[in-house]
């Protein structure tokens, strides 16, 4: 399926030491030998190990007692067994910025000197001039959270072979107003990571690469010059003093005050931003003809990640990850690419953008962002037919279907052949008692459209609407309970004649519950509902979350006293919860045993609670944030957009974000004019230095 990248790594050394075999045109191309100075660091290209396959737990999330997690996520109750827990783990964030310097003289001749000769869409050299945007894209994002949230900054650079006589040495850029004693420590505010230390091979299942083949594998991936690369490498940081990260673009400004809920908290889990519009539907695609025709688009790295995607949980359309600052989860971005290596090991082998004669790329954010909405999906069908339908024996007779499909009618024509399911009325995501009783301040710009709460956002989604749509495209799931502070009882309402709740989809008998054996094993049943035919998995998780009441998910779990295995205990949790870290569904066993390993569960701790904390782990919200992008072409523009932006920040609006994209048409004065422009506005917006800036 996905072809190995040693083929591919011996082909690229092929393209360059026999088609190249020296790759210096002529001596004039030679780069400089550098010295350890202000904007480079000199550090020797080690052998770093490879990334483990072993997955992290969420801090935040171990901190909850079992207790809590019940009333938390079984109930959607902040009461008194969460009293009094400790969610500061939760409560902060690492800021990270991928950064280069396009004007250093060593960036360029590296560049020219690995620029594949095949004829090839450069990126404008343009692309790479800078006005000192990172500097000026981390105050404002420092001074819009305030210290105690962001806690450390993270500058990933690239570092580049030089004339030292030795291939092994490399210099690492460094932005030159870092006072950089502060930044090569690894507890300091601020980290900066260099490309040939954080790009890691991760470990497959079953092979473990040697010290050579990493060697080899790095050799073909740096330097880089590739954001995409960059990109999937995020995972391997270190140092990183939380587990929520959000991921900035040196293009971007933050406008006003945000509070961290306005990315992520412990509550609700990360706040993933999409666009849910017709036109940013992507359709799954193995290489797309797009690779071919706009290489350095977003279009194929992202066709491909929904099609790795797909191959795992199941073929579908997925929305655009909003090029806004965006929250990742550093355990759940691992995991990803735990689950997927090759996906996020092939895309480092592409040093440029458009490159051919390397694997296919993957957008590892957009990856790993819908892989989060993807497991949550994963864990609450396993739930319900693994662990709390299929037992132990893991067999689902025809009877034990029979009352599978009575819970799924509930209380209606349980012998009918289809189950028209209602849309499901349920409390609003945004609940500001929690926020207060769990003391985590509310977002202040952020809608909350859709929470995992009220199951798989992708089932409810309608691109179909016009362009202002509320909700961009979620559905007001509240029917107006708990508006004005009143608290209505659901059940009461779905009983109430006079209310006709819409219908949101159909379970058929034939297509989802139907084998050719009359006892199937719950794996079987498992797969068919949620891989091979999707549609039943996803109407299955909108019947449930109705039949659990206006909150919670009770329906899902096993009960208190589920039957298990006694050989599953262990000593002590030493491994978060989690389902098969499988590229491929089809080939995975998804049954009891091998999802959870012998010695996977403390003991004392119950099936439903593993089951509880297994949903917990993947959480999210989807959400949307008011924010400009605006293309940076010629000085007149400029001029009058910049002063519209400082009015609307004065009249304190609600727009939390700029985008300066830089696509500079200008040239001589006028360009001296932009750089004056941006140099100006970025003072007067962002005048207080960091901790971590020299001094001047
Ligand atoms: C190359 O760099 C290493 C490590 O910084 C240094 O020890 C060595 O002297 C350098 N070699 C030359 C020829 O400058
Ligand atoms: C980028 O490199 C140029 C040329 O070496 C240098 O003048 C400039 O200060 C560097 N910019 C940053 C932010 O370090
Ligand atoms: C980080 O710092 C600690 C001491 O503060 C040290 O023991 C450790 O080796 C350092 N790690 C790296 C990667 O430099
Ligand atoms: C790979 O390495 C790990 C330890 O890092 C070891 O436990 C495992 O047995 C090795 N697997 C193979 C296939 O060599
Ligand atoms: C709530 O959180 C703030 C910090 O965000 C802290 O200062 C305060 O003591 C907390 N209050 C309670 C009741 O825990
Ligand atoms: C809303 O309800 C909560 C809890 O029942 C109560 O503490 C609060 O005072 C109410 N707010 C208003 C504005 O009525
Ligand atoms: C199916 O399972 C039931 C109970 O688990 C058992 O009594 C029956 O014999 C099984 N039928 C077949 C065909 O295996």
């Known amino acids: 399926m996905v072809t190995s990248i040693f083929f591919w790594v011996l082909l690229i050394r092929k393209y360059y030491f026999v088609v190249e075999p020296y790759p210096y045109t002529s001596l004039d191309e030679r780069p400089p030998q550098i010295q350890e100075d202000d904007t480079h660091h000199i550090f020797r290209n080690i052998d770093r190990g490879p990334t483990s396959r072993t997955p992290l737990f969420i801090r935040a999330y171990n901190s909850m007692s079992d207790e809590c997690v019940e009333e938390w996520v079984a109930h959607h109750q902040w009461g008194p067994a969460c009293t009094g827990t400790d969610l500061s783990a939760g409560l902060s964030i690492d800021g990270v910025w991928a950064w280069v310097n396009g004007s250093d003289p060593l960036q360029i001749t590296t560049r020219q000197r690995y620029k594949p000769d095949k004829a090839m869409k450069m990126d404008a050299a343009h692309r790479y001039v800078e006005h000192n ?4 894209s981390m105050r404002s994002a420092l001074t819009s959270l305030g210290e105690d949230t962001m806690q ?9 072979p030089h004339a030292n006589g030795s291939d092994e040495v490399m210099a690492g850029q460094i932005p030159y107003w870092l006072e950089n004693n502060k930044a090569l420590t690894n507890k300091s505010r601020i980290v900066l990571h260099h490309d040939a230390d954080y790009f890691k091979l991760i ?8 010290s050579w083949e990493r ?4 050799e073909a991936a740096i330097p880089t ?3 995409l690369a960059v990109e999937s490498q995020i995972q391997n940081i270190e140092d990183t003093s939380s587990d929520q990260l959000v991921y900035y673009n040196d293009d971007f400004f933050t406008l006003r005050k945000l509070s961290v809920s306005d990315f992520t908290t412990p509550l609700y889990g990360p706040v993933i931003k999409t666009l849910t519009r017709l036109t940013s539907m992507y359709l799954p695609a193995k290489d797309t003809f797009w690779r071919t025709i706009n290489p350095a688009g977003e279009e194929p790295g992202i066709k491909r990640a929904a099609w790795v995607l797909g191959m795992r949980f199941s073929l579908r359309p997925y929305y655009y990850i909003t090029h806004h600052p965006r929250t990742l989860w550093l355990p759940l971005l691992r995991e990803a690419a735990q689950t997927f290596p090759e996906a996020f090991t092939d895309t480092a082998l592409s040093r440029f953008r ?5 694997p296919a790329s993957v957008q590892a954010v957009f990856l790993g962002s819908w892989y989060v909405v993807e497991r949550h999906r994963e864990a609450l069908l396993w739930t319900w037919t693994i662990a709390k339908w299929g037992g132990r024996s893991g067999t689902l007779s025809s009877k034990l279907k029979a009352r599978m499909w009575n819970e799924l009618a509930n209380e209606e024509s349980p012998s009918a052949s289809r189950l028209s399911i209602p849309m499901p009325v349920r409390v609003p995501v945004k609940d500001r008692h929690v926020f207060q009783a769990a003391n985590v301040s509310m977002p202040t710009s952020t809608e909350y459209s859709f929470s995992s709460k009220d199951g798989y956002a992708l089932a409810y989604v309608d691109s179909t609407w016009p362009w202002n749509r509320p909700r961009h495209g979620y559905p007001d799931l509240t029917r107006g309970l708990l508006e004005n502070n009143q608290t209505v009882d659901g059940s009461k309402l779905l009983r109430d004649p006079s209310f006709i709740p819409a219908r949101a989809c159909v379970i058929k008998r034939s297509t989802c519950f139907e084998s050719y054996t009359q006892n199937e094993t719950a794996n079987n049943f498992f797969k068919r509902i949620a891989f091979e035919r999707p549609e039943c998995g996803d109407c299955i998780i909108t019947a449930l979350i109705g039949a659990s009441g206006i909150s919670g998910i009770d329906k899902f779990l096993p009960h208190h006293q589920a039957d298990r295995d006694p050989g599953l205990h262990a000593d002590a949790l030493t491994l978060p ?5 499988t590229s491929d569904w089809a080939t995975t066993d998804f049954s009891m045993k091998n ?4 010695g996977s569960l403390e003991t004392g701790m119950t099936l439903r609670t593993w089951c509880t904390r297994l949903i917990q782990r993947y959480s999210y919200v989807l959400g949307s944030v008011e924010s400009d992008f605006y293309k940076v072409e010629r000085a007149n523009t400029l001029e009058t957009k910049l002063d519209e932006v400082e009015l609307k920040v004065e009249e304190e609006g609600p727009l939390a974000f700029l985008c300066l994209n830089d696509d500079v048409k200008d040239t001589g004065k006028l360009r001296d004019r932009i750089d004056e422009l941006l140099m100006t506005f970025f003072d007067r917006m962002w005048p207080s230095r960091m901790s971590f800036e020299k001094q001047v």
């Open 203 to 210: 470990e497959k299942p079953g092979t473990n690469f040697t």
């Open 215 to 218: 060697g080899e594998w790095k």
């Open 225 to 227: 010059f590739n954001s």
């Open 133 to 136: 945007e990172l500097l000026y």
């Open 577 to 581: 919860p989690h389902l098969p870290l």
């Open 595 to 598: 999802a959870i390993p012998k």
């Open 354 to 358: 458009a490159q051919e004669d390397v």
């Open 152 to 160: 450390r900054l993270h500058i990933l650079a690239s570092a580049y």
